[in-house]
């Protein structure tokens, strides 16, 4: 708040922070299941602004001007939400097409072959040149600060900067960033560097996306690196490419009343499922998606009770999935398959009254995920390669009776922040499995050690230290401009 007094800040993202539904009792306000969201929000009701993002409820309600604007969150009104609405064909080639068929799969490196249409290349196009418009639009000085979040938007910074040359623009790449080999099969790969090199600061979670970012505009453009600096000059202009890990927002002792004990939650849980007390869970929490590593989790648990009876009718492992750009064929195809490895896994190891899978293909409110993660002795984190995770945060966050153990994979960024949880390789089924068995056997002492230590650095780290520093850097860079502009 301090950095950036005075000054408009404005968010740009494809996912609204909230969707706006028609229920039958009036309006009903749903939170989307997003890692982007889970960060920024906070940071946005703590600077005021607007946020930009596509409409995904029903259109025409609660519109509060003749620029769908909605003051958000429900009835604390913190900040204004500007909602833009694609037409079927935009959000097909937009957001479904290029971004999560050509983007996502591109800079995950998951072994799905990312699809380029010229088609949904140009719909990507328009769309960034739409929200660019908006935020032309929105700005009521000449130099906003403008956050704009994630692969949605690549040319939208270069396209802000022709319209508005002395704003701040902070992007930040939620998702990984490939070597310059991988990103280089993108057939506008130049197009997508030139525009992302209209930003101020360009951010990714972890030090190895920027080199390879760094990397890739080497290859493919004609660019000043200064790598000292980690900054990359292109047409005159400036961008500073740094690491900022992103992370929650803590809970605090206001919220943190209002959980149940570990011990009612753990025993509510249990009771859901028809266990006892001395059921061991295991729980996984993603949205449905093939880069999360859920088939590989599944077969872990497989080989867990294959390698260790024991567990068998005393251990299951409860997966919560988000189901997610379910309009995609490669989404379908997967969580069939993960529905129906779960169905053999069930048939293999299960008996009356006990399942070692759970299923659960839905939505989940942050309460209902909170008691979860308070009822397991184990977090499941396998990601084939993901930007950050904040699942494992969540978890972390979750346990303030400093129990638990957390798996996380080798792949996620935070992997290089949390080195206390057992870290695995998601591809070696063996070593997962054996990592579960690890963990139902911890001592409680070590889980304690292991919990205070995630504890106080996800706490210290949290998503204000990653705003507040992109925000200052922002901040810095704005005081040299107007120094400059003296001279
Ligand atoms: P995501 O790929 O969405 O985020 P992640 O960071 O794990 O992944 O965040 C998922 C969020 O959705 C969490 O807050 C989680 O609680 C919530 N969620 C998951 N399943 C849910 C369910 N069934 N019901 C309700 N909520 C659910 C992208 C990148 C990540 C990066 C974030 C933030 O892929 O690497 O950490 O952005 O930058």
Known sequence: ?????????????????????????????????????????????????????????????????????????????????????????????????????????????????????????????????????????????????????????????????????????????????????????????????????????????????????????????????????????????DTLVESYPISIEWPSDREVATWAPVDVCRRNVRERFGYGPDHYIAVGVDRFDYTKGILERLHAVERLLEKHPKWVGRFSFIQVAAPSRSSLEEYRSFQDRIQQVTERINKRF??????????????????????LYRAAEICVVTSLHDGMNLVCKEFVAARDDELGVLILSRFAGAAREMPEALIVNPYHVEECADALEQGLAMPAAEQRERMASLRASVREFNVYRWAGRMLADGGRSRLRDRIQARL
Not at 142 to 154: G, N, S
Not at 155 to 180: D, S
Not at 350 to 355: D, I, K, R, T
């Open 1 to 237: 708040r301090t950095t950036l007094r005075g000054d408009q800040v404005i968010v740009v993202s494809n996912r609204e922070p909230y969707i706006h539904e028609k229920g039958p009792d009036g309006v009903i306000v749903k939170r989307p299941a997003s890692g982007l969201v889970t960060a920024v929000e906070p940071v946005m009701r703590a600077c005021s602004g607007t946020w930009i993002a596509h409409g995904s409820g029903s259109a025409d309600h609660d519109v509060v001007d003749s620029n769908d604007r909605v003051m958000v969150p429900p009835g604390h009104d913190e900040y204004v939400l500007r909602r833009l609405w694609l037409t079927p064909e935009e959000e097909q080639g937009f957001y479904y097409g290029f971004s999560n068929e050509g983007l996502w799969p591109l800079c995950h490196v998951a072994h799905v072959r990312p699809v380029f249409r010229e088609a949904d290349w140009n719909r990507y196009r328009e769309v960034n040149q739409r929200f660019a418009d908006a935020v032309v639009a929105e700005a009521v000085v000449e130099d906003p600060v403008v956050l704009v979040q994630d692969y949605h938007f690549a040319l939208l910074p270069a396209m802000i900067r022709k319209k508005l040359p002395r704003a701040t623009i902070l992007t930040f790449w939620h998702i990984p960033w490939p070597n310059p080999e991988s990103f280089g099969i993108c057939p506008w790969r130049r197009e997508i560097l030139e525009g992302m090199l209209g930003s101020t600061i360009l951010g990714f979670h972890t030090r190895f996306h920027c080199k390879n970012f760094i990397e890739t505009v080497d290859r493919y453009l004609e660019a000043r690196i200064e790598h000292e600096h980690s900054t990359i000059s292109f047409h005159d202009d």
């Open 350 to 371: 299960g008996s009356e009254g006990y399942l070692p899978v759970h299923l659960l293909a839905e939505h989940h409110e942050h309460a209902a995920l909170i008691e």
